[in-house]
């Protein structure tokens, strides 16, 4: 039972434009929502979270945006860089439990120049 | 740097063997989690210790266990392995515990154990 699940294995972008990455998830007891950004041979990077009281968090080029009616979540990145390419993942956890992460399978950014 | 450092790097090793995985948390982190990534898998869950104290258990192997010294480093033990245990094995550490649903947590670079 996938309780995070990232539909699109991977993305392909152009430099400059915008890429969204989307996430859905099941478990209604998530509160909090998190992505990062995996670069290969190295550890997961924390890039923003959104906590389930908002709608949306911004920092920088990275926008997180959460539709709790429709337990869906997206990662905006304006504009795409080629560093930007690597394997992004989301994750959920929920307050009061185990504070485990739930993971989504992830999606590979790959932005052309 | 996400201050999350692991050892080793690499493990290659023979099934039926023992290894030990160590972690060293963040400064001032108290919770210590690890995750295993296999091949095309997401990252799964496996344990979380909070300040020297088991605090949930995930889809850990009766094979696996682990433990937080009161240092705050912790170590994940896999004994009678098997080819399947071959997998990216991440510690992540925290500095939230409780009711709070902030739970940013930090990774290391990882053990990537391979086992022949």
């Known amino acids: 039972d996938q309780q995070v699940k990232q539909n699109s294995p991977s993305l392909s972008v152009q430099e400059g434009r915008i890429s969204i990455l989307n996430c859905d998830y099941t478990n209604s007891m998530f509160d909090y929502f998190l992505w990062y950004k995996k670069y290969p041979a190295e550890g997961p990077t924390f890039l923003i979270s959104?906590?389930?009281?908002?709608d949306k968090n911004e920092d920088g080029r990275f926008t997180v945006f959460l539709n709790k009616s429709a337990k869906h979540l997206s990662l905006h990145i304006v504009p795409s860089q080629p560093g930007d390419s690597a394997v992004y993942f989301c994750?959920?956890?929920?307050?009061?439990?185990?504070?485990?992460?739930?993971f989504g399978q992830g999606t590979r950014l790959t932005i052309n120049p | 740097d996400s201050g999350v450092t692991q050892t080793p790097k690499h493990l290659i090793t023979a099934t039926g063997q023992r290894v030990t995985l160590r972690c060293s948390p963040r400064?001032?982190?108290?919770?210590v989690y690890w995750y295993q990534q296999s091949l095309d898998q997401g990252l799964q869950f496996l344990i979380h210790?909070?300040?020297?104290?088991?605090?949930a258990k995930g889809n850990i192997l009766e094979r696996f266990s682990a433990q937080q010294f009161p240092d705050l480093h912790s170590e994940l033990n896999l004994s009678s392995l098997e080819l399947g245990d071959s997998a990216l094995y991440f510690c992540?550490?925290?500095?939230?515990?409780?009711?709070?649903?902030?739970?940013?947590?930090?990774f290391g670079p990882g053990t990537r154990l391979t086992v022949l």
């Open positions: 210790y909070y300040n020297g104290e088991e605090r």
């Open positions: 959104i906590s389930s009281i908002k």
């Open positions: 992540a550490s925290s500095v939230v515990f409780g009711d709070s649903s902030y739970n940013e947590q930090f």
């Open positions: 400064s001032g982190d108290l919770s």
């Open positions: 994750a959920a956890s929920a307050s009061g439990g185990a504070q485990k992460l739930v």
